[in-house]
């Protein structure tokens, strides 16, 4: 039961190299993460199949999909159902579900299959307190060199925020890009943080020197505009 247990509630970390795997899913059998070299990942999870808080989910990712591969990102999801349930579930989706202006939503990113729970357990996805048989509302956001980045975990009663997983997306690019940090609550064109020296003469130096767009409100917190 322990070796059981331990094996159901391993996951990646942050920093750490996402778990490679190979599965069928709805859009035929993918290699991760060969097939998505370059890109980043959300790779997500749902509890099952014909559930009113996962078809909500669902519609919402799927109506976004282009703004996520516009920003070189692909939409993956899980759930430990078979591809026969998966293709049932998202005709019904398409033909029959009407919700908040979404309608005739077509799920064109891959649902795997995981039927013997292999990715699920790779990924820390299935929790023996919240569910034997059921993967938890798990978030996986992977870079594009395969780096776990961030980590999000639901309760199977709890839907996600989809703009709230773009917005982590975006603040992620951006602190890649330009080498800083994002302050509470940052949207795309908000002020940015500055790195925090490292030293004390560090410090000295950068609260003197004025930079354009520079201002700081203390010598270890120092923001730049963006606009």
């Known amino acids: 039961m322990e070796?059981?247990?331990?094996?159901?509630?391993?996951?990646?970390?942050?920093?750490?190299?996402?778990p490679k795997f190979k599965a069928k899913t709805t859009m035929g059998e993918i290699s991760f993460p060969e097939d998505y070299k370059g890109k980043w990942v959300i790779f997500f999870s749902h509890p099952a199949d014909f559930t009113p808080v996962c078809t909500t989910e669902f519609m919402t990712f799927a109506s976004m999909?282009?703004?996520?591969?516009?920003?070189?990102?692909?939409?993956?999801?899980?759930?430990?159902?078979?591809?026969?349930?998966?293709?049932?579930?998202?005709?019904?989706?398409?033909?029959?579900?009407?919700?908040?202006?979404m309608k005739n939503i077509e799920i064109m990113f891959p649902v795997i299959e995981d039927l013997k729970?292999?990715?699920?357990?790779?990924?820390?996805?299935?929790?023996?307190?919240?569910?034997?048989?059921?993967?938890?509302?798990?978030?996986?956001?992977?870079?594009?060199?395969?780096k776990v980045r961030a980590v999000l975990y639901y309760p199977l009663s709890a839907g996600r925020n989809m703009q709230e997983i773009k917005r982590l997306l975006l603040a992620m690019q951006k602190a890649d890009k330009d080498q800083v940090a994002t302050p509470a609550n940052w949207q795309p064109g908000d002020d940015v943080i500055i790195p925090p020296p490292g030293?004390?003469?560090?410090?000295?130096?950068?609260?003197?020197k004025?930079?354009?767009?520079?201002?700081?409100?203390?010598?270890?917190?120092?923001?730049?505009?963006e606009k």
């Open 3 to 18: 070796e059981e247990f331990s094996e159901q509630m391993s996951m990646p970390l942050i920093g750490d190299d996402a």
């Open 65 to 101: 999909q282009k703004e996520f591969q516009d920003l070189n990102c692909e939409l993956l999801g899980l759930s430990i159902d078979s591809i026969y349930a998966h293709i049932a579930w998202l005709r019904t989706i398409k033909e029959k579900i009407e919700y908040k202006g």
């Open 117 to 146: 729970m292999d990715v699920s357990k790779k990924f820390g996805m299935v929790q023996p307190n919240a569910s034997t048989t059921q993967a938890v509302r798990a978030v996986f956001l992977i870079d594009p060199k395969a």
């Open 199 to 208: 030293s004390c003469g560090v410090a000295k130096e950068r609260m003197e």
């Open 210 to 225: 004025e930079e354009e767009g520079k201002y700081c409100l203390d010598w270890f917190m120092c923001f730049r505009k």
